[in-house]
């Protein structure tokens, strides 16, 4: 196994590092995050794994955290990178969505820009320093502070053969019950695309909220990733078959109305076309917007938050027809 260098951090072969990688600079310091480079004792391939981009995603950033903590250079053939708070100015901030120092939401910016906003520069910086080094990328995500959602697991159809074939695979064996094909396709996804390297962003977890069964969710998702590519021993362990969902098949339902939002409906529920399933109303208590179903399908994603502005480009709810 040879060895990697990653910004000023090198990795000896059977050798594991945690340390901090600097992605940007201010008036009087550095931006650093998180990295974890685990070198194992055989040759294989280079796994990515980034959590954090949204900064009170808390079970995907915990399930990062233990995979450093548990795996070791010999229990490994590759490489694994772990880097849990990509956005380290939110997590420290607790600021949904956005870095706090730019309002830049990274997930929206990459692959980056070298003379951009702060946000920009890290994407770039994470983005060409590290995530291009690797063979596959996993992007683990969930429900925001104001957000509630069905676990899945979402790939992208690039029109690449072997790369869309392989993101496939990767969101098969994660183990979720849902896999989506993300459309259209996220900028990171084109971006490591171009590269070769397959992308999938597994979503787990509600509110803001730490919780053991989401982060177990990623934690095993994640190695049932490197034992299907051979880089640990064993089998991934799947309870049933996926459903794959088209994602054209899925509707984001928004109101133009300025106001307070009430939902009728929860996660999980089955909707049908013309259902009321939530409201629009004014500080009285009157209602001044009634959020109608636009087709039949299950809630997959829920605002929670009691204040809606349509303004900020956000979505109540995601509809998805699973020929339920």
Not at 6 to 22: D, F, Q, R, Y
Not at 69 to 78: F, I, K, S, V
Not at 124 to 148: P, Q, T, W
Request: charge should be neutral; glycine fraction near 8%.
């Amino acid at each position: 196994m040879r060895s990697l260098k990653i910004g000023n951090i090198e990795v000896s072969a059977e050798e594991k590092v945690v340390s901090t990688l600097k992605v940007a600079e201010r008036s009087i310091s550095p931006i650093e995050i998180p990295i974890t480079i685990i070198n194992g004792s055989k040759d294989g391939p280079v796994l990515c794994v980034i959590a954090g981009e949204h900064a009170n995603e808390y079970a995907g950033i915990e399930a990062c955290i233990r995979l450093s903590r548990d795996l070791t250079p010999q229990d490994l053939a590759g490489t694994l990178i772990l880097m849990p708070r990509v956005n380290v100015p939110g997590f420290q901030e607790r600021s949904p969505y956005v870095n706090p120092i730019d309002k830049v939401n990274i997930s929206d910016v990459w692959p980056g820009k070298p003379d951009g906003t702060i946000t920009e520069i890290m994407a770039y910086n994470i983005f060409h320093n590290v995530i291009a080094k690797s063979n596959y990328l996993i992007r683990l995500h969930g429900g925001d502070i104001c957000e509630s959602m069905i676990p899945c697991v979402y790939y992208s159809v690039l029109k690449k053969d072997n790369v869309d074939k392989v993101a496939k695979e990767l969101a098969m064996i994660f183990g979720m019950n849902y896999v989506i094909e993300y459309s259209p396709p996220p900028k990171l996804h084109v971006a490591a695309g171009e590269l070769g390297i397959p992308t999938i962003l597994p979503e787990a977890g509600h509110e803001g909220k730490l919780e053991e069964e989401d982060v177990n969710r990623l934690y095993k998702g994640v190695l049932n990733v490197m034992k299907y590519n051979g880089m640990i021993q064993g089998k991934p362990q799947i309870k049933a078959k996926p459903k794959i969902i088209d994602g054209n098949r899925m509707v984001y339902v928004r109101s133009k109305t300025c106001g307070l939002f009430y939902s009728h409906v929860e996660v999980g529920d089955i909707v049908h076309k013309g259902d009321i399933i939530g409201e629009i109303r004014n500080i009285k208590g009157e209602c001044l917007d009634k959020i109608i179903a636009p087709i039949n399908g299950k809630i997959f994603f829920r605002y929670n938050s009691l204040p809606w502005d349509p303004t900020l480009g956000w979505f109540l709810f995601q509809i998805v027809d699973i020929g339920e």
